[in-house]
């Protein structure tokens, strides 16, 4: 079909009317080729017309002269559960001249769910009336999949938000850059955004987006944040939500889990750059022992086409914490952990370490010295372990010093500070070529590492994550790690020594070294009252995260006096320990008092 120009009026219309459908299932997606060609060809738009519905909803437009070829327009229906139209309008304001053509009209993936003679399985729902067999996933989730709504029957309002009436119990945080903004039909810049919601599939229906123009800023972020959670446990907890992200200068879409109220929690989820004119759905399965809350938070791009929607927020499985709205606070020490309200009765003075469970005392350099000399091992509860993997979300004693002068909060400051956080590969984004997609230690997407994330900071940026105070570690004692480093503006990676005010640097890397984890070992020996620490520096720009996983301290427990004498092919120390002959004048203090490389023996 093409335009045949039939008279130089101002203001004529070209008008192409659908036959008229009755409904749409929630995969519906139409497509079609069209030609737009000429200096003074103009714009062309495709409306949808719903029955009761005033006004029209755009689904597509072209402004202006295209070139010489045939393109194709793909936009996604979804569920349209009322009878409509389409009309394609072609309006010339003044002299037309060009060629306005479409073919080839293909709807897609349209109906409804077939009937189906049983549903059996734990992850299947029986719809009532049409018998479609439908996902379970699919359940409560603000969208009629069956076709006759017995999904969406029985569910908690408090579970679910379509935006429609407000935010629902979600909130906007106070502690970020802006807010999200609740909004109908297309956002005020052309290019970007929707130009209609996911509940409704009409510019009728609400939605929240973040609006990239002016006064904005490249990284300002907008937070929502859901009602908060009880303890998942086993059970299956999963939140859904469906996301807009259209525009040449779309950033990214986060979202964070939390225990504690001043913190950002740890990654679940994100997606950076432009996914096209579509709303898209994600699924993120929540695991916590501990009550918990969901961050969604947008990051504005590096301009004004970036502009981000978000719909149809739901969770299933999960249940509401008690309808409070408070999370624990996070309390920081230097170890990480805060010390217990009392202690057992003890005669301990203030230079040894009291035994939580017995009272008994040790000497304060055997506190965090590898080696547990309390029977219920509370020496050493509050020190970094020995081996860590970062498997169970914990950071195992490692502590960031730069945050916690920020006080510990969540805030401006933080969510755009330079700094190391737990990861995985199944949140990162394959396409930036530059983050782990494995861990180490499991191999799969799903496994934690520790990485330092370059789309914060600037150049020359430093983040370091540091050890509480290690007492004392013995003459074989050496650090290992494997790091992750690779992009075209990595940085670098350092291992440094910290005692007192002295800081020395073990181990330096810079630059790319490959899309693999590498092996590195640092030799430490005998020190004593230290503090380890790994210092990332931001390169160029963000291409260049670099990510550690499966730190072990290994052979660091001090040696131990024996009261047997040293045999034949061992040497005596001056402070009674026994080592090989063969470590003598080797230079390494095996001995701890360097009674073995004095040169006098």
Not at 171 to 180: G, K, N, T, Y
Not at 299 to 305: I, K, Q, R, S
Not at 462 to 467: L, M, S
Not at 516 to 525: H, I, M, P, T, Y
Request: aromatic content about 10%.
């Amino acid at each position: 079909m093409f335009i045949l120009k039939t008279s130089n009026s101002i203001s004529q219309i070209a008008r192409l009317r659908s036959p008229e459908f009755r409904q749409t299932g929630p995969n519906c997606t139409l497509s079609f080729w069209y030609y737009n060609y000429g200096e003074s060809v103009g714009a062309a738009e495709l409306q949808l017309l719903v029955d009761g519905v005033k006004r029209p909803t755009v689904l597509w437009r072209t402004y202006f002269g295209e070139g010489s070829q045939w393109l194709k327009a793909v936009i996604q229906l979804g569920r349209l559960p009322h009878a409509f139209q389409f009309s394609l309008d072609k309006i010339s304001l003044g002299i037309y001249e060009g060629v306005s053509a479409i073919d080839d009209i293909r709807f897609e993936n349209c109906a409804l769910p077939p009937p189906a003679l049983s549903c059996e399985g734990p992850n299947r729902f029986w719809c009532r009336d049409t018998k479609a067999c439908i996902d379970n996933l699919l359940i409560c989730d603000l969208l009629d999949d069956c076709g006759d709504g017995s999904d969406e029957d029985s569910c908690d309002p408090d579970l679910q938000c379509n935006f429609e009436n407000g935010l629902c119990n979600w909130e906007q945080d106070v502690q970020d850059d802006f807010d999200w903004i609740r909004i109908r039909g297309p956002t005020p810049t052309v290019n970007t955004g929707p130009l209609k919601d996911h509940t409704t599939g009409t510019a009728r229906g609400h939605y929240l987006y973040l609006e990239s123009s002016e006064p904005r800023h490249f990284r300002d972020k907008a937070v929502l944040l859901s009602p908060l959670f009880n303890p998942s446990e086993n059970g299956t907890c999963a939140f859904r939500f469906h996301y807009h992200m259209f525009g040449k200068q779309v950033y990214r879409l986060s979202v964070f889990q939390r225990s504690v109220s001043n913190t950002k929690g740890w990654l679940l989820w994100y997606k950076i750059g432009n996914q096209e004119n579509r709303w898209l759905r994600q699924t993120l399965f929540i695991r916590s022992s501990k009550p918990f809350q969901i961050l969604v938070e947008g990051t504005v791009g590096d301009g004004f086409t970036g502009d981000i929607g978000l719909d149809d927020v739901s969770f299933l499985g999960c249940t509401l914490y008690n309808g409070k709205r408070n999370l624990p606070t996070i309390s920081t020490t230097t170890s990480g952990t805060s010390a217990p309200a009392t202690l057992p009765m003890n005669n301990c003075t203030e230079q040894e370490f009291v035994c939580r469970a017995s009272g008994h005392c040790i000497q304060m350099i055997q506190k965090c010295d590898f080696k547990p000399d309390c029977s219920d091992k509370s020496d050493e509860s509050a020190c970094v372990m020995e081996v860590c993997d970062f498997e169970d979300k914990n950071l195992c004693g490692w502590h960031q010093p730069a945050l916690e002068q920020m006080s510990g909060t969540y805030s401006v400051h933080i969510t755009k500070t330079f700094m190391w956080q737990l990861g995985r590969g199944a949140n990162r984004y394959p396409q930036q070529g530059h983050c782990p997609l494995t861990d180490h230690t499991t191999g799969t997407e799903e496994g934690w590492y520790l990485f330092a994330d370059s789309s914060n900071g600037e150049f020359g940026n430093t983040a370091d994550i540091a050890t509480p105070v290690i007492s004392l570690t013995g003459p074989r004692c050496k650090i290992i790690f494997w790091n992750h480093m690779n992009g075209s503006t990595i940085g670098s990676l350092e291992v440094l020594y910290k005692s007192s005010n002295k800081t020395s640097k073990l181990w330096t890397q810079s630059g790319s070294q490959g899309p693999q984890w590498n092996r590195a070992e640092v030799f430490l020996g005998v020190r004593s009252d230290f503090q380890i620490i790994f210092r990332a520096k931001r390169g160029v720009s963000y291409m260049g995260d670099v990510a550690v996983d499966d730190i072990t301290f290994e052979d660091c427990s001090p040696l131990l006096i024996s009261d047997k004498p040293c045999t034949s092919e061992e040497f005596m120390c001056a402070n009674k320990y026994c080592i090989p002959k063969n470590n003598l004048c080797d230079f390494v203090n095996d001995c701890e008092d360097n009674s073995d490389e004095s040169p006098r023996i």
